[in-house]
């Protein structure tokens, strides 16, 4: 299961929606009339996208990529945590990994059919389940880990590939520890909860198993996500 970076050109036209709809989207807006957008995406592994008439967005540019959230209103406490973890982790990430090569980044909350299903990245695309983002939890919270773990991935998965599958230790073991070495060096208080909480995963508990068994679990590390069956599904509507 690998993907190789490709160029994608999308054309998208909504009927019976309302001029509400909003789109979050992997790649760039080229152009957009009415319901209809043209959007590309160059020199990335996968491309996705989450529609709803009732997102509420915010956005803040971060070392020169613009990061946009979109989020249910009765969840605004959790999107202002999608900003804030997001926008901390990427400048981070970008200064002791490498600058980010994109302009754009943006966090969409989406539900599906899993209640404990936490969060998919995608390249410049992120999306949070709607359980955890009602959560919330504040700065310092699951959620924000969460979204930092996402984040992570923009590099482990986005930029260094690998296949997901069989070998997730390229990228789902390089975004947990970036994931919690932010929280350890911003949130000294809750990061041992954290630890903990990670020691009592399951897959810890098994103990190690061959290298490359895979592990029938994709997306987010640390509490649920899409298998592989379902890796693939990434139209989402809020």
Excluded at 67 to 89: C, D, N, R
Excluded at 102 to 126: C, F, H, K, M
Excluded at 193 to 218: D, E, I, K, V, Y
Aim: with cysteine; net charge neutral; aromatic share 12%.
């Amino acid at each position: 299961f690998v993907t190789a970076t490709a160029d994608y050109e999308l054309n998208l036209a909504v009927t019976g929606a309302g001029a509400g709809l909003m789109v979050a989207h992997g790649g760039s807006l080229v152009a957009r009339q009415g319901n209809q957008w043209h959007i590309r995406g160059e020199n990335v592994r996968d491309f996705a996208l989450a529609l709803s008439e009732r997102y509420a967005t915010g956005s803040v540019d971060v070392d020169g990529t613009q990061i946009s959230v979109f989020y249910l209103p009765e969840h605004a406490v959790g999107g202002a945590v999608y900003l804030q973890a997001a926008a901390k982790s990427f400048r981070w990430y970008s200064r002791v990994l490498c600058a980010y090569p994109y302009g754009r980044l943006s966090i969409a909350e989406t539900t599906g059919n899993d209640p404990g299903w936490v969060g998919q990245e995608y390249p410049t695309l992120i999306m949070i389940g709607s359980s955890s983002t009602a959560a919330d939890g504040g700065m310092g919270g699951y959620l924000s880990y969460a979204v930092a773990h996402e984040v992570a991935h923009q590099w482990f998965y986005g930029l260094v590939g690998d296949n997901q599958v069989y070998e997730p230790w390229l990228d789902e073991a390089f975004a947990t520890y970036l994931g919690y070495q932010y929280l350890r060096l911003n949130y000294p208080a809750t990061y041992p909860g954290h630890l903990a909480r990670l020691r009592r995963h399951p897959q810890l508990q098994a103990g190690p198993g061959p290298l490359c068994q895979p592990t029938g679990r994709g997306g987010q590390g640390q509490g649920g996500g899409a298998g592989p069956q379902d890796r693939r599904a990434p139209v989402r509507q809020a």
